[in-house]
């Protein structure tokens, strides 16, 4: 029952009943109180569903991101009630999948996002520079320049990125390398004017 009250969900912690307790731990007037003696629990799925409730506050989910299981871990990175302090401490787990969470997090300010960037993962660079909604044109323009082909293909696939200043060069040198197939459109007017486009556009084909 949504309706229950923090009383209430205390108790059905304490039942035998799985299913109660997971329900207990998710349930949106559970108090820090609750979701704190909810993460004590021996199922895993109860202190993910704490992890992962809405009213989880920045204490709750504290403990959550120590816990031993990588799936209560990879819920409280996710949360919306994250601060940036959490998700910089996310983004040193050893588990990707918390990593990557922490740098898509709506809450990610610009520290979290530049040390998202400096991951050894390819893909939490890709998620913090192009799809965390934060992301500036300066976070894609240091994806352009990223070693892993893939990180900077997928930051030309972003509009944001007719907004960025680059040597003509550079743009010649990512048409040429292929990272804007499929994605023309994000290579500005001037680019496409100047006579080296065309040829870029050529070599990418001959390469093919």
């Keep these: 029952m949504k309706n229950k009250t ?3 969900l205390l108790k059905d912690l304490d039942s035998s009943d799985l299913e109660i307790r997971k329900s207990a731990a998710y349930n949106l007037n559970a108090t820090p109180e609750v979701l704190l003696k909810a993460l004590d629990d021996e199922d895993g799925w109860v202190r993910c569903n704490a992890a992962e409730n809405r009213s989880a506050t920045p204490e709750v989910l504290l403990k959550a991101l120590d816990d031993k299981e990588e799936m209560v871990r990879r819920c409280a990175a996710r949360n919306p009630n994250a601060t940036p302090e959490l998700l910089l401490k996310a983004l040193d787990d050893k588990d990707t999948c918390v990593r990557s969470y922490a740098s898509l997090n709506p809450n990610a300010t610009t520290e979290v996002l530049l040390k ?3 991951d050894e993962d390819d893909d939490i660079r890709m998620y913090s520079a192009v799809y965390n909604p934060n992301a500036t044109p300066e976070f894609l323009l240091k994806a352009l320049d990223d070693e ?3 990180v900077r293909c997928n930051a030309a696939n972003n509009p944001l990125v007719k907004r960025l200043k680059m040597p003509l060069e550079k743009w010649i040198s990512l048409i040429i390398n292929g990272c804007f197939k499929g994605s023309v459109k994000n290579i500005p007017s001037h680019v496409k004017r ?6 870029a556009v050529l070599l990418n084909k001959l390469a093919q």
């Design 6 to 8: 923090p009383k209430q």
């Design 116 to 118: 998202a960037l400096d």
């Design 148 to 150: 892993d082909y893939y």
């Design 194 to 199: 100047n006579p080296k486009y065309k040829s």
